[in-house]
C-alpha cells in the first residue's frame, strides 16, 4: 500500500486552469503507475491520464491537448495541469496508485467545479 495526499481543486470559470497535486509515501519508481481519476455525479470513476514509472504518459480522449500529467520524483509528487478547462470536468478528482496489475491506493478526493 502506498499513502496518497492530494491538494488543489476549487471553483474556476470556463476556460480556466487548475493544478492537482499528489504526494506520495513511497519512491514514484516503485509504484508501477500513477493516475489520476475523475468522478462525476451519478457516474463511475473513469481514468484521466496516468504516468508510469518510466514515466510514459496516457490521457483519456476527452483532455488531450487540455490536461498535463507530470511527476518530481524527488518530491514523490505527481501533477495534473488542467488548462481550457469546461463545465464537463466538473468532478470528484482522484489520485491513484497501481501497484503491480491493480489499482490499490486512492487519496481523498478533491472537487474541481467549472462554472461561470
Known amino acids: 500500500q502506498v499513502q496518497l495526499v492530494e491538494s488543489g481543486g476549487g471553483l474556476v470559470q470556463p476556460g480556466g486552469s487548475l493544478r492537482l497535486s499528489c504526494s506520495a509515501s513511497?519512491?514514484?519508481?516503485?509504484?508501477?503507475?500513477m493516475g489520476w481519476y475523475n468522478q462525476a455525479p451519478g457516474k463511475g470513476r473513469e481514468l484521466v491520464a496516468a504516468?508510469?514509472?518510466?514515466?510514459?504518459?496516457s490521457y483519456a480522449d476527452s483532455v488531450k491537448g487540455r490536461f498535463t500529467i507530470s511527476r518530481d520524483t524527488a518530491k514523490n509528487t505527481v501533477y495534473l495541469q488542467m488548462d481550457s478547462l469546461k463545465p464537463e470536468d466538473t468532478a470528484v478528482y482522484y489520485c491513484?496508485?497501481?501497484?503491480?496489475?491493480?489499482?490499490?491506493?486512492w487519496g481523498q478526493g478533491t472537487q474541481v467545479t467549472v462554472s461561470s
Open positions: 513511497k519512491s514514484l519508481f516503485s509504484i508501477s503507475a
Open positions: 491513484g496508485a497501481r501497484l503491480g496489475t491493480s489499482w490499490s491506493s
Open positions: 504516468i508510469n514509472s518510466v514515466g510514459y504518459t
